[in-house]
């Protein structure tokens, strides 16, 4: 499979709008980045996104999943829209690696009092918020690191922000890794941030011979937030709202590693590549589907394949028994949840290329990228010279624990 997901270890909102720059939303099973407004103070106040993934899930990528620790890949955080409203036409969303550890805690937006176990505004993990200065997000945490809002002319250091008043606090995070950001508008609500070259520097501090700044960067994971700009903006942007790892949907946040694992080798005499070309149409079998895999498995999903009219020869056998026949090198798969219809794992030129070898066509699934005891359906892409065919034919299987 070259499409393999992660979910995260912890994630939480945090809130600077006064009253809630104590509150831990560790629970919680919205993630928001929203722009409150204060009768008091006239002012809009911006929250944020944190978010980490396992170290141990991120190496087992690295060390078992790739073809090599070395070899060529892409990596995107995924969210996906709960509930937008007022949201303008385009936006942008930074993710940043975050420079100190914290906590995910246990509060929720109702919880009463507010909980002060895990992340808020001002604190990265749990601490008394009478005692200031406690287990408070740092400023200047080394000379690679920033923090949120800061007088002009002095990055090292929190301050209310002389424009906005906006309160001190609200994480930090690196300054190469820093401002990863992307472009959105009213049509794509669901995020997707191309965060490649933090996870190689993530990977990199596995490893002990090239674990230090800027290469190597320890996981303390990423804080997704507006642009600076957007953030101390004195109106609103909407609200965007995402399910976290907590929500009882199919909607969780990923973290989506992709690479190309596709051999295309054909051996057969007789069988040259992409030998089923033409525009007519093929028939695809999925010839060893066992509909049922448990999550830990990697099976090797097997395509029988054939021309819809096959050419006239003489033979003493039907045409139509041609089952090892080659699509043509630029055939992909799908996968869908059987159902929602929501795209999985999209048709992709790049990452989902059919595989062929001496006994036809095939591609291979990790199941532990996988949501399990879902059902998930298996579709087909086939660009031909003049043509481009969709096969949907219920190839449908199930991952159980």
Not at 53 to 63: G, R, T, V
Not at 356 to 375: H, I, K, T, V
Request: overall charge negative.
């Amino acid at each position: 499979m070259a499409y393999y997901s992660i979910f995260p270890e912890k994630d939480t909102t945090i809130y600077s709008h006064p009253d809630r720059i104590n509150l831990n939303t560790g629970q919680d099973e919205i993630l928001e980045l929203v722009h409150e407004h204060s009768t008091s103070t006239g002012f809009y106040y911006p929250s944020r996104i944190l978010l980490k993934w396992k170290d141990s899930e991120i190496k087992d990528i690295f060390a078992n999943k790739l073809p090599n620790p070395t070899a060529s890949y892409s990596a995107s955080i995924e969210l996906f829209a709960a509930e937008h409203t007022n949201v303008s036409d385009t936006y942008i969303i930074s993710a940043s690696l975050v420079s100190e550890s914290w906590e995910a805690g246990s509060g929720r937006w109702e919880a009463t009092p507010t909980s002060s176990d895990g992340a808020t505004w001002i604190y990265k993990k749990t601490s008394s918020i009478t005692t200031p200065g406690i287990d408070s997000w740092d400023a200047y945490f080394g000379p690679q690191s920033t923090g949120s809002f800061y007088a002009s002319g002095d990055q090292y250091n929190f301050h209310n922000h002389a424009e906005t008043g906006f309160p001190s606090g609200g994480g930090n995070w690196y300054f190469l890794y820093g401002g990863i950001t992307e472009v959105f508008d009213k049509d794509n609500r669901d995020i997707d941030i191309n965060v490649t070259t933090a996870i190689t520097a993530i990977s990199n501090s596995y490893t002990a011979n090239n674990n230090s700044y800027p290469a190597a960067i320890p996981n303390n994971g990423f804080i997704l937030h507006k642009s600076g700009r957007t953030e101390q903006f004195t109106a609103s942007f909407g609200e965007l709202k995402y399910f976290s790892n907590e929500t009882h949907t199919i909607y969780p946040p990923k973290l989506t590693f992709k690479w190309d694992d596709s051999d295309y080798h054909p051996l057969i005499t007789g069988y040259p590549s992409g030998n089923l070309g033409g525009t007519d149409g093929w028939f695809i079998t999925l010839v060893n589907n066992k509909k049922t895999f448990q999550r830990e498995s990697k099976p090797r999903f097997r395509i029988a394949a054939r021309k819809r009219y096959p050419d006239r020869i003489f033979t003493t056998s039907s045409n139509f028994l041609d089952e090892k026949g080659y699509l043509p090198t630029s055939s992909y798969y799908s996968i869908r949840d059987a159902h929602t219809d929501e795209i999985i794992i999209p048709f992709d030129t790049e990452y989902t290329k059919l595989s062929a070898d001496n006994s036809g066509m095939y591609f291979d699934l990790f199941m532990e990228g996988f949501q399990p005891e879902r059902y998930y359906k298996i579709l087909f892409k086939i660009a031909g010279l003049n043509d481009i065919q969709i096969i949907d034919d219920d190839y449908h299987f199930k991952i159980v624990r």
